[in-house]
Nanobody, 120 residues
Framework: VQLVESGGGLVQVGGSLRLSCAAS????????TGWFRQAPGKQREFVAA?????YYADSVKGRFTISRDDAKNTVYLQMNNLKPEDTAVYYC?????????????????WGQGTQVTVSS
């Protein structure tokens, strides 16, 4: 499956963005799909995932929402109340249902990433 992210950009503190992850080649609902992010000098970290239910990192609970549109074969990440510490490159990834949705190593396919910058 090929994944292409879009929707990143520059936003002020407290603002919102919606990231999209468009899948091709396979039906995205056959995979668990996750969002990860990587800030400069830091390791890639889990943000959210959707499989039979949704999963979130504590740092984004209540602010971010992951969803999937099966008709469009696309997964979204709605990000509200953005903070400077949310600044990172955001990646979507697909997992052939390993069951460990929080781990980078569980995911088999990755997009190229989209930059999110939150200015204060």
């Amino acid at each position: 499956v090929q994944l292409v992210e879009s929707g990143g950009g520059l936003v002020q503190v407290g603002g919102s963005l919606r990231l999209s992850c468009a899948a091709s080649g396979r039906t995205i609902s056959n995979y668990a799909t996750g969002w990860f992010r990587q800030a400069p000098g830091k390791q890639r970290e889990f943000v959210a995932a959707i499989a039979w239910r949704t999963y979130y990192a504590d740092s984004v609970k209540g602010r971010f929402t992951i969803s999937r549109d099966d008709a469009k074969n696309t997964v979204y990440l709605q990000m509200n109340n953005l903070k400077p510490e949310d600044t990172a490159v955001y990646y979507c990834a697909a997992d052939r249902q390993s069951g460990n949705y929080y781990s980078v190593s569980s995911y088999d396919y990755w997009g190229q990433g989209t930059q999110v910058t939150v200015s204060s």
